[in-house]
């Protein structure tokens, strides 16, 4: 499976972006696709996860609901949409997927075999 990551940029405080998430390679049936980030210094982190079949979301508690996880099967895209951006929301976002995640290991980076190349997230005050 290979996954292109886009829609990154630079935005101000409050400002809304849309990431994409291209798959190509193979059908991603019973796929567990996910959104991490990973900021200067910091670990990379789980941001949303999303069941390819039926379409079931899990988010990171940070959130409180300001980000949303999607897709499009005939697309084969997974989309994430960001509202009210901060500047703690800097970093480079990637997208990950894999044929099987338990759910307790969804929030790890270790459980996904596929990674996108990363896009860009920069929040300014």
């Known amino acids: 499976v290979q996954l292109q990551a886009s829609g990154g940029g630079l935005v101000q405080v409050g400002a809304s972006l849309r990431l994409s998430c291209a798959a190509s390679?193979?059908?991603?049936?019973?796929?567990?696709m996910a959104w991490f980030r990973q900021a200067p210094g910091k670990e990379r982190e789980f941001v949303a996860g999303?069941?390819?079949?039926?379409?079931?979301?899990t988010y990171a508690d940070f959130l409180k609901g300001r980000f949303t996880i999607s897709r499009d099967t005939t697309k084969n895209t997974v989309y994430l949409q960001m509202n009210s951006l901060k500047p703690e929301d800097t970093a480079v976002y990637y997208c990950?997927?894999?044929?099987?995640?338990?759910?307790?290991?969804?929030?790890?980076?270790?459980?996904?075999?596929?990674w996108g190349q990363g896009t860009q997230v920069t929040v300014s005050s």
């Open positions: 990950a997927a894999s044929p099987q995640v338990i759910a307790s290991q969804l929030g790890v980076p270790s459980s996904y075999a596929y």
């Open positions: 390679g193979r059908t991603l049936n019973n796929y567990k």
């Open positions: 999303i069941r390819w079949n039926g379409g079931l979301t």
